[in-house]
């Protein structure tokens, strides 16, 4: 049996800007469930780097805009 190692990334929280509007709804949002300053887990990079997805205090992964993170 081989075991694999993988690294783990992690990034840190850097900004809680709005950025998603939704439908119907004027106000920007999208970093509600994030903490300044927080060191999360990366999951995966998406949209050639634009984005990252995360687990963020809800405890379920989306994908934040990669601005908003500084890599540790």
């Not at 694999?4 to 920007?28: A, F």
């Not at 300053?37 to 998406?46: D, N, P, T």
Request: with cysteine.
């Amino acid at each position: 049996m081989t075991t694999t190692w993988h690294p783990t990334t992690l990034v840190q929280c850097i900004s809680l800007e709005p950025w998603l509007t939704i439908p119907g709804d004027d106000t920007p949002t999208g970093c509600h469930d994030l903490t300044l300053g927080r060191i999360y887990e990366l999951i995966a990079v998406e949209a050639d780097g634009a984005f990252y997805r995360l687990n963020d205090d809800s405890g379920d992964d989306y994908l934040y805009p990669a601005s908003h993170f500084r890599r540790l």
